[in-house]
């Protein structure tokens, strides 16, 4: 069987996009693990009073939730 250079490629570049994603998701739900501790023992005053806190939360879970993978492919 002939081997295809360029779909090994893709397919590597593929499993790199997918760990990065995993990897950064990690990160932003961690960020906002913190952030909602921090709110509770500051009673409320990191994410109750602050707009933009609130905002950038709910956008860092929001991702981290869309690219945390169910499943990462393996290579056979």
Do not use: H
């Amino acid at each position: 069987m002939k081997q295809f250079t360029t779909i090994e490629k893709l397919d590597t570049g593929i499993l790199y996009a997918v760990e990065l994603a995993s990897s950064v998701s990690v990160l932003l739900l961690a960020f906002g693990l913190i952030a909602s501790m921090a709110n509770v023992l500051t009673k409320g005053a990191i994410l109750t009073d602050n707009l933009i806190m609130q905002r950038i939360w709910a956008v860092t879970q929001c991702v981290g939730i869309d690219n945390t993978p169910t499943k990462v492919p393996q290579r056979s």
